[in-house]
DNA sequence: CATGAATGAGGTTTCATTCAT
DNA sequence: AATGAATGAAACCTCATTCAT
């Protein structure tokens, strides 16, 4: 029980830094982002952050990691319910463009670091595998739909980049309030693009 | 003609410290280069640079210019000599993959940014501005294409983000090393994925 | 009685502590020793230490004054015994050199500091006492010597201080592993070169 | 020349913030003195100071080494001057005595860090080498001096230790203000202890 | 009493930028 | 024009010490 009770406070004090960095982080990048203001930010001294977090990166990561794994869980429970590759596929647009509409501040940190796979040695490694993990469960998705003749017979890796980036591509024209379209205005222009079968629903 | 002189000798300076920066820049991001190594890297002391521009944020952005108006000339001249929608597209496409294959350390930083609108507010507009030109000039001739028929019925402006980010996600694979697709290759299977006429080329 | 338990509690904490404290101090020098290092290499929260001593400095005094304490009542003793000036004064010797070759790790906080005129104001009058409890007692007996005929008619103040000082690099260079020679030795070798009766003994 | 403008330059600061220095480290100790400090007893701005020394502990060795040099090449250049190793022997002393009595901020950092030998592991292999140079110097003049007679056949190691340690003995009390001895004094009464023959001097 | 948690007050170091030659 | 030198402003991080349970 006492394990418990320190556990939920380190747990609580974490998240507490977390989504204070996050935001931060979310609005002016990595580097630019003090320990200072993400203390103060999250109502405590410089030096309690460092209690729980032993540098700035790791913060950093804490924060992609959590969001990372949170959506990937939430994508990976709406495919399981979908049946058909093709619903599965759009269980898996539709989380994401759904998460990241919720999660605003979040997308700019996600999707600005996984835009930039090339950068800083450390982390990438971590990031590559989040990207790959995430990728290869739409991919290998997508090579279920091109069986089943609801995807074209086209080189799966490239669908599934195009998704995958359609995605992100979406999301991006809309957190700068480029478009205005809804997710299911964005889905189904998604599924004429991308299945097979390009007659409209009914 | 001592004024031609003086700026020919000034224009070489700039390309000398933009060409080393943007080396940098794309192994290690705008943030952890310092002024200091662009300066030995393009052989100056670092007073001299300053000389030639401002600031740091100077710096990067004219790398990212120079890149980008390059990246525009060269895609809006092969775009000229296609004929017909879906074959100006196609050199769109090709154009950039071609380009940032040859551009390697270009790729991190300027396409990596472009997921990055959380940076120093002073960068935004600007990244952003060069953003839209190249969409829009994507879009437009989509907008053409889909009017002749060549394109389905779909927004064009999902088109053309799905088709403007389907070929930055090529591009990540391909520097990841992900993927070892040919230019060629690619570019007809995103013919197949986004033109109305699906059949293979003959 | 009570009372009496308490104290013991409380002299047997304050006793790991500084024997803790002490072994840390005499590795690594009283400012680069972190109160967490004392705390944990005694077995105790950080929190903990602060019940039994009110700052950092004070654990040092401690360190310092205990054995101090112990190394002046050896000393003192082992004089007692002694009968005549020259075979105190040996005595003060050899209980010094054997004593810090049983507490090597002490050796080095305790003797060094005497050099360090440095220090923290505070501990400076207390360094300053303990040398000259010490160094006053060699003196005295010198000077009886003296009298005696057993010393050279020569300024006891020097002499104090060349066999106190003596002692101490005898000490210096056992402890580098410069010297391999045995206490019996070293203080034939000062009997000889201090003792007005320079003959070899039987 | 131009090599010899910039040398001169650096040399010069060097010197400057080595000097500041010294005289802190002398007074508080190496720890608790700040670069803030060093740099505005040197008169100029922190960063100036990072431009000669790469951190606090380069400056403090600097300081150290230079001071130790220095009295080197001066106790070298006594002795040489001295006929016969009692003289040289005295020369060592006198040296040591006067310069230390001319330089009394140096002799706290000086002797204080080699008093400190067993301490702080990355300094100690430079300090003990400086240490063994000098005290291998007296040890092999006394040798001499023992072969020729003019010390007592005791060995040179213990005599060179004692003669040494005693040396610094006399500068702790001088400097502490507990003696007021003179050189001279100081001198003849060492020579009465430690030469064979021990007639006062006319 | 014992301790986990919190923190204020610096410490060292870095770096974009300016100055003076 | 080119540069070596200088610097202010901060950044990250540490640690002795206090608080609250």
Redesign the interface.
Known sequence: MKRTRHEVLSEFRCSEIVDAAREL????????VTIDEIASAAGMAKATVYQYFPSKQDIYLAALRMGAQELLAMTEASMEKAQGAAAKVEAFVRTRLEYLRRNHEFF??Y??E???????AGLNREF?TLYRRQFDRLRSVIEEGIQSGEF?R??S???A??I???T???M??H??GW?Q?TVD??VA??R???LLD?REES
Not at 114 to 120: A, I, Q, V
Request: with cysteine; hydrophobic share 40%.
């Open positions: 982080f979310s609005k002016r990048g990595m580097e630019s700019a940190v999707h600005s996984f835009g930039n796979l090339t950068h800083p590559r074209p086209i080189s890796d490239v669908l980049i195009c995958y980036e359609a992100r591509g979406l991006l024209h957190s700068l478009s379209a205005e964005e222009s998604l004429r693009i991308f390009r």
